[in-house]
T-cell receptor, first 116, second 106 residues
Framework: NAGVMQNPRHLVRRRGQEARLRCSPM?????VYWYRQLPEEGLKFMVY????????ESGMPKERFSAEFPKEGPSILRIQQVVRGDSAAYFC??????????????FGSGTRLTVV | GQNIDQPTEMTATEGAIVQINCTYQ??????LFWYQQHAGEAPTFLSY????GLEEKGRFSSFLSRSKGYSYLLLKELQMKDSASYLC???????FGKGTRLSVIA
C-alpha cells in the first residue's frame, strides 16, 4: 500500500536547465498539491490539481513554473531555466477529496532540488 | 488572504509538557490542521479541529477557538523523538505557518 511517491529524491541542475519533478498520489487519491520549502522556512503552497485540471495555481510563480496531472501517469512539476533561488525541497501531497479537509493530506518524501 | 503565526523555536525537557500556539486570520475557515515534520522528512498529519474545544489523541492534544482565531498543540510526556517542527495549517488547499521548531532536551 504505497504512499505518495516522489522522484527523484535528489536532483542537481545547472543554471538554465530544466527540472522535472514527479509525483504519484496514494492509490485512490485524485487530488494533488505541490509545496515548496526553503531552508528554515515553512511549506509554501504552489498548485492544486485534479486529473487533467488545475484547480488553484495561486502560489505558482508566473514564469518558468508549470504543473500537470494527466489522465494517465504521475503529476509533473516543471521548472524551466532554473536559477539558484529555485533550490529548495519540493513536496507533493495527495488527498482523497478536495472538499472534505478532515481527511488531511498525505505527503511524499520530497525532491531536493539543488541548482549549481 | 490568510496569516498564520507560530513561535519560531521552543525548547522543553524530556518528560515535560509543552504547548505550541498558533494564531490565524483567514477568509473562509474549514478546519485547522497540525502536522509534524522531522528534519529532512515529509510532514505527517497529527490532528484536525473544526469545532471549538479540545481533541485528545494519546500524548498529543489540539485545541481550537474559532472566535479568537487561536489553536494550540499540547504534547505531554515529551520524548527525545518529539524534537521536530510543528506546522499549523488552515484552508483548502492547506496554507501552512512557518512552523515551530521544538527541541527536547534531557
Amino acid at each position: 500500500n504505497a504512499g505518495v511517491m516522489q522522484n527523484p529524491r535528489h536532483l542537481v541542475r545547472r543554471r538554465g536547465q530544466e527540472a522535472r519533478l514527479r509525483c504519484s498520489p496514494m492509490k485512490g487519491h485524485s487530488h494533488v498539491y505541490w509545496y515548496r520549502q526553503l531552508p528554515e522556512e515553512g511549506l509554501k503552497f504552489m498548485v492544486y490539481l485534479q486529473k487533467e485540471n488545475i484547480i488553484d495555481e495561486s502560489g505558482m510563480p508566473k514564469e518558468r513554473f508549470s504543473a500537470e496531472f494527466p489522465k494517465e501517469g504521475p503529476s509533473i512539476l516543471r521548472i524551466q531555466q532554473v536559477v539558484r533561488g529555485d533550490s529548495a525541497a519540493y513536496f507533493c501531497a495527495s488527498s482523497l477529496s478536495g472538499t472534505e479537509p478532515n481527511y488531511g493530506y498525505t505527503f511524499g518524501s520530497g525532491t531536493r532540488l539543488t541548482v549549481v | 488572504g490568510q496569516n498564520i503565526d507560530q513561535p519560531t523555536e521552543m525548547t522543553a525537557t524530556e518528560g515535560a509538557i509543552v504547548q505550541i500556539n498558533c494564531t490565524y486570520q483567514t477568509s473562509g475557515f474549514n478546519g485547522l490542521f497540525w502536522y509534524q515534520q522531522h528534519a529532512g522528512e515529509a510532514p505527517t498529519f497529527l490532528s484536525y479541529n473544526v469545532l471549538d474545544g479540545l481533541e485528545e489523541k494519546g500524548r498529543f492534544s489540539s485545541f481550537l477557538s474559532r472566535s479568537k482565531g487561536y489553536s494550540y498543540l499540547l504534547l505531554k510526556e515529551l520524548q527525545m523523538k518529539d524534537s521536530a517542527s510543528y506546522l499549523c495549517a488552515v484552508r483548502t488547499p492547506l496554507v501552512f505557518g512557518k512552523g515551530t521548531r521544538l527541541s527536547v532536551i534531557a
